[in-house]
């Protein structure tokens, strides 16, 4: 297989010709498949069923059907503790998903700003520092809340820490979005140097909080996981306590949309918050907190429920990885990961062909996730990225998917060396 | 039994070494009885267990287990659509309690205005007008986006709509919390003239919202319910379509905490809800929202289920009220009105004589709601209203707490017309 850069005009022909004989086969079986959002498969779900066998809501002799215990419940409070490395004061259990505990965090800055600081909403200007690629809905909150988002390019051990170091400097820089494990999409977990570099920043503003979105903090793939080094353990040591707030949730440990979420922060952030919640709820959901401490009973518990998830998402990244070498490989027109936990893959096409790539697949009825979507605004500048969530489809259909992907990277890309492309 | 306001000073000297006796009496049993707040008592939590028994989460093919479908499943769309007499569009489920759906409504209001208007933020001053005696977690939340709040006082039909017109020509005030049925703490139903008012009101604020809070919608105690006229209906005759807004949730159904709550409005306010929404949450809670499907099959099952509610509230208020009317009727130092439905009992005593009333209960074992709580920033001016919550404690001890308040109302009412309270 020789690189398509080096080509000449005829040989790319040919082999267009070649690619759009197999891309109009694949078209027309008229396939309806998704590798748009990291979704568990139904094999997955299934997984979790005995979660609600649970009978008996009652704890420390509390009725924990009724009313009350607005930061959660003791033992749910520390099963989280326990699987964050932090204790029990720095844990609240929020809602059915951390996407809520972040929007509303960023809300509460918004109108009554950080610990007694100034509200976001009172000041000209309010930034934040986005690593892209990254996660659209960490994007779609910002944008929400009209603050401005600055990418800083991921490296293969975080975000580019030279960058995020001189855009601090500036005071009207709150804060930073990361997925530091797993990262989405590229499931690159940072290096100790990077978390040590985070958390001994000193930014200008005083209110400056880092969301450290663990979505995938025990998400393995494979036996032995990537290893995070624990930003509480940093913080302290640089006078940082108060910097970042953590969250995770259940959602892809049991059901998405009704699983809970958790917190993790500094005591003085944790009052910070509950000042908030204390207006917005009476408690999140008591029973369903209950239900997952009988169902996974301690950490090791969590540990053995993801080594079955685990062995189900295995071979789908896998499958996606082989047809990604064996198709693209050599070829010089693309680029990837090889994560080894997280939902997702993240694909680097030539410039110009991500979001053609995405029309040919949506034509031969792929969905991929919206391209340019792993940037603030929607905007990938190089048109370059895709993201891959290999989860939610069937093996058999996942493996006619990233064929139709790796097919349809092929053609933009070809289109694009023959300068066919329109736009 | 004479009136306390016409007795002589030795007769209240007499009375009062009397009822000192009993109270020393209920002191001595060293009690620990909750009246505070309005808590389901544990046989009621019971009434719904057979909730849980649902094992099968999809709907139309749709797994609900998975993410997605962010307004809520349509067959639990459709059974609250059917409860509150509006269309399926007209609903969007919400997070396990109805606070947090008002709460966010109004962070909404704040940070992004409504339906395109100024945000709240933006504006000088913002003003809401609260009908007293009320419920201080709607006081809470305006409090906390520093909203003022402007008391109109109750009449048993609802809020003095005379009072509510004349404050509604000011543009500075944007809204109105509203208990319409039952309403905590009196358990009045707004009249038909009322509702027909508040629905034909014209604002000078163009962004002006009611949060129609409808809480007890279908929490009758007796067979025969009040009956709510349906603002929806009024408010399209006077071009008011967008001036509500309504909420209810299933926390007094079934489970506090873990039910689910609904809000009701013009397609225009769901549309402008859902933009936030699509920020905030991918769903909330499916599966819960199935389980309360195949518990209640239709709204002729709620009525059902709140028919074996009824059976157990009702014996506790009779019980209160009785109390009342035994110890404090023709004394001419209380009112109270018999609700209906609901879950609180308003007991208006003598001027300056409510918050003695709360300590002599406190000292004795009995927590009420605290006493001003039903008034803006925690302040009744006249210090008289005392908000009797029956629903939580076992008949036994409730009969007991009942007493104890009598006698505690006695006594502070003796104290203060005998000139020895010393505030």
Same mark, same amino acid.
């Not at 855009?167 to 009207?172: A, F, G, H, N, P």
């Not at 930073?176 to 977990?189: A, D, E, H, L, R």
């Not at 080094?229 to 049991?254: A, R, W």
């Given at each position: 297989?020789?690189?398509?850069?080096?080509?000449?005009?005829?040989?790319?022909?040919?082999?267009?010709?070649?690619?759009?004989?197999?891309?109009?086969?694949?078209?027309?079986?008229?396939?309806?498949?998704?590798?748009?959002?990291?979704?568990?498969?139904?094999?997955?779900?299934?997984?979790?069923?005995?979660?609600?066998?649970?009978?008996?809501?009652?704890?420390?002799?509390?009725?924990?059907?009724?009313?009350?215990?607005?930061?959660?419940?003791?033992?749910?409070?520390?099963?989280?503790?326990?699987?964050?490395?932090?204790?029990?004061?720095?844990?609240?259990?929020?809602?059915?998903?951390?996407?809520?505990?972040?929007?509303?965090?960023?809300?509460?800055?918004?109108?009554?700003?950080?610990?007694?600081?100034?509200?976001?909403?009172?000041?000209?200007?309010?930034?934040?520092?986005?690593?892209?690629?990254?996660?659209?809905?960490?994007?779609?909150?910002?944008?929400?809340?009209?603050?401005?988002?600055?990418?800083?390019?991921?490296?293969?051990?975080?975000?580019?820490?030279?960058?995020?170091?001189?855009?601090?400097?500036?005071?009207?820089?709150?804060?930073?979005?990361?997925?530091?494990?797993?990262?989405?999409?590229?499931?690159?977990?940072?290096?100790?140097?990077?978390?040590?570099?985070?958390?001994?920043?000193?930014?200008?503003?005083?209110?400056?909080?880092?969301?450290?979105?663990?979505?995938?903090?025990?998400?393995?793939?494979?036996?032995?996981?990537?290893?995070?080094?624990?930003?509480?353990?940093?913080?302290?040591? +640089?006078?940082?306590?108060?910097?970042?707030?953590?969250?995770?949730?259940?959602?892809?440990?049991?059901?998405?949309?009704?699983?809970?979420?958790?917190?993790?922060?500094?005591?003085?952030?944790?009052?910070?918050?509950?000042?908030?919640?204390?207006?917005?709820?009476?408690?999140?959901?008591?029973?369903?907190?209950?239900?997952?401490?009988?169902?996974?009973?301690?950490?090791?518990?969590?540990?053995?429920?993801?080594?079955?998830?685990?062995?189900?998402?295995?071979?789908?990244?896998?499958?996606?990885?082989? +047809?990604?070498?064996?198709?693209?490989?050599?070829?010089?027109?693309?680029?990837?990961?090889?994560?080894?936990?997280?939902?997702?893959?993240?694909?680097?096409?030539?410039?110009?062909?991500?979001?053609?790539?995405?029309?040919?697949?949506?034509?031969?009825?792929?969905?991929?996730?919206?391209?340019?979507?792993?940037?603030?605004?929607?905007?990938?500048?190089?048109?370059?990225?895709?993201?891959?969530?290999?989860?939610?489809?069937?093996?058999?259909?996942?493996?006619?998917?990233?064929?139709?992907?790796?097919?349809?990277?092929?053609?933009?890309?070809?289109?694009?060396?023959?300068?066919?492309?329109?736009?």
């Amino acid at each position: 297989m020789s690189a398509y850069t080096t080509m000449t005009r005829e040989e790319l022909l040919a082999e267009k010709t070649a690619l759009q004989e197999r891309y109009d086969a694949y078209k027309a079986m008229g396939l309806k498949l998704d590798m748009s959002r990291g979704k568990p498969g139904k094999d997955q779900l299934d997984l979790s069923m005995a979660l609600l066998d649970d009978t008996d809501y009652v704890e420390d002799g509390i009725d924990l059907r009724n009313y009350g215990i607005l930061d959660g419940i003791p033992s749910c409070k520390k099963l989280f503790a326990d699987l964050l490395e932090v204790e029990p004061e720095n844990i609240l259990l929020g809602p059915n998903a951390s996407l809520s505990l972040m929007f509303d965090y960023i809300a509460q800055c918004y109108s009554h700003g950080v610990c007694g600081s100034t509200p976001w909403s009172k000041l000209p200007k309010v930034k934040f520092i986005c690593p892209v690629p990254g996660y659209d809905r960490h994007f779609t909150i910002l944008e929400y809340f009209n603050i401005e988002m600055i990418s800083v390019p991921m490296t293969m051990e975080g975000p580019d820490m030279d960058a995020v170091e001189a855009l601090i400097q500036d005071e009207s820089v709150k804060g930073m979005f990361c997925v530091p494990k797993y990262s989405n999409p590229q499931g690159i977990t940072y290096s100790d140097a990077v978390v040590t570099r985070i958390g001994s920043m000193k930014p200008a503003a005083k209110d400056f909080r880092i969301i450290w979105d663990n979505a995938y903090c025990i998400h393995e793939i494979y036996d032995e996981g990537d290893r995070l080094l624990d930003i509480f353990d940093v913080l302290p040591l +640089h006078g940082n306590d108060d910097m970042v707030i953590e969250v995770c949730s259940t959602s892809k440990m049991t059901f998405p949309g009704a699983g809970i979420s958790a917190l993790a922060a500094s005591e003085r952030n944790i009052a910070d918050i509950k000042k908030r919640l204390n207006c917005q709820t009476i408690s999140y959901d008591k029973m369903n907190q209950h239900r997952h401490v009988r169902f996974f009973k301690d950490v090791e518990g969590i540990k053995a429920h993801m080594k079955k998830h685990a062995a189900i998402l295995r071979p789908k990244f896998e499958m996606v990885l082989e +047809h990604l070498e064996n198709e693209l490989g050599g070829k010089e027109i693309a680029s990837w990961i090889k994560p080894r936990g997280g939902y997702f893959i993240s694909l680097d096409v030539m410039n110009g062909c991500a979001k053609r790539t995405g029309e040919l697949c949506k034509e031969a009825g792929v969905t991929l996730t919206t391209v340019g979507a792993t940037y603030p605004y929607g905007l990938d500048p190089n048109d370059s990225n895709i993201r891959i969530a290999p989860s939610l489809p069937p093996v058999a259909e996942l493996d006619l998917a990233a064929q139709i992907l790796c097919v349809s990277v092929k053609l933009a890309c070809i289109e694009k060396l023959l300068g066919e492309q329109t736009a």
